[in-house]
């Protein structure tokens, strides 16, 4: 169960809930992509790369410093970050949520390698407007711990021991590359996840006595 603690961020003036929300291995299928991208720039047969790699993807046979010259291409020449297939349900369940009254600020790791920042970012913009995905804020970041949010959902393990270290509470989104780490808090699905901050949510605005919204998807009172 989560904490009913949001953390030291928790302490502002403005009554506004916000969710930071990962997109790689949380909203967007990266794993995925970049799979099929590697078969491509490879030449090896799909059959022989696994669609459940662990973090780093050492199941795919990826020699010394290949990692990133392939992650160059997928951004640079296969538009990555504009390509990648949302996960199940996840986009009408931000959008639910985000008519509820959470302001939703992404907070991802896309500027990897260096000199192709603007690629990144604006590969970045046109997913999220693409599919439909709500937000307020964008955090190209690594240390997700730098900025605010009352709760976060994430599937870096590493991220996560990070930011539950500085009080901050986190929903963890199952793949390959986490499901067998030891997590305080798990979501299996965008079902799930949905759940979980909802619940989150709806304890933040009793502890503020403020109203709830009269149903999922639905705007508050006070709206």
């Given at each position: 169960?989560?904490?009913?603690?949001?953390?030291?961020?928790?302490v502002?003036?403005?009554?506004?809930f916000?969710?930071?929300l990962d997109?790689?291995g949380?909203?967007a299928?990266f794993?995925?992509r970049?799979?099929?991208i590697?078969?491509?720039?490879s030449?090896r047969?799909?059959?022989?790369?696994?669609?459940a790699p662990?973090?780093?993807?050492?199941?795919?046979g990826l020699?010394?410093?290949?990692?990133?010259r392939?992650?160059?291409f997928?951004?640079?020449?296969?538009?990555?970050?504009?390509?990648?297939?949302?996960?199940?349900?996840?986009?009408?369940?931000l959008?639910?949520?985000?008519a509820e009254g959470i302001?939703i600020?992404?907070?991802?790791?896309r500027?990897?390698?260096?000199?192709?920042?603007?690629?990144?970012?604006?590969?970045t913009?046109?997913?999220?407007?693409t599919h439909?995905?709500?937000y307020?804020?964008?955090?190209l970041?690594?240390?997700k711990?730098a900025?605010r949010?009352d709760l976060f959902v994430?599937?870096?393990v590493k991220?996560?021991?990070?930011?539950e270290?500085?009080?901050c509470?986190?929903?963890c989104?199952?793949?390959?590359?986490n499901?067998k780490?030891?997590?305080?808090?798990r979501?299996?699905?965008?079902?799930?996840?949905e759940?979980?901050?909802?619940?989150?949510y709806?304890?933040?605005r009793?502890?503020?006595s403020?109203?709830?919204?009269p149903?999922?998807g639905q705007?508050?009172?006070a709206?």
């Amino acid at each position: 169960m989560l904490s009913p603690r949001a953390g030291r961020r928790e302490v502002m003036s403005e009554e506004t809930f916000v969710l930071g929300l990962d997109l790689d291995g949380c909203v967007a299928d990266f794993i995925g992509r970049m799979r099929e991208i590697y078969v491509e720039w490879s030449g090896r047969e799909p059959e022989d790369v696994t669609e459940a790699p662990t973090y780093g993807f050492p199941e795919w046979g990826l020699v010394e410093g290949e990692y990133d010259r392939l992650h160059r291409f997928a951004v640079t020449q296969r538009k990555l970050f504009e390509t990648m297939k949302p996960l199940a349900g996840a986009g009408p369940c931000l959008r639910r949520l985000s008519a509820e009254g959470i302001r939703i600020r992404i907070a991802t790791h896309r500027l990897f390698i260096s000199y192709f920042h603007e690629v990144a970012a604006v590969q970045t913009i046109r997913w999220l407007e693409t599919h439909g995905i709500p937000y307020w804020d964008l955090c190209l970041i690594e240390d997700k711990s730098a900025i605010r949010a009352d709760l976060f959902v994430e599937d870096s393990v590493k991220n996560i021991v990070k930011l539950e270290a500085e009080g901050c509470p986190v929903i963890c989104i199952t793949n390959s590359a986490n499901q067998k780490e030891d997590v305080s808090t798990r979501a299996e699905d965008w079902v799930e996840a949905e759940q979980l901050i909802r619940s989150r949510y709806y304890e933040w605005r009793q502890g503020l006595s403020l109203e709830l919204p009269p149903g999922p998807g639905q705007p508050p009172p006070a709206a």
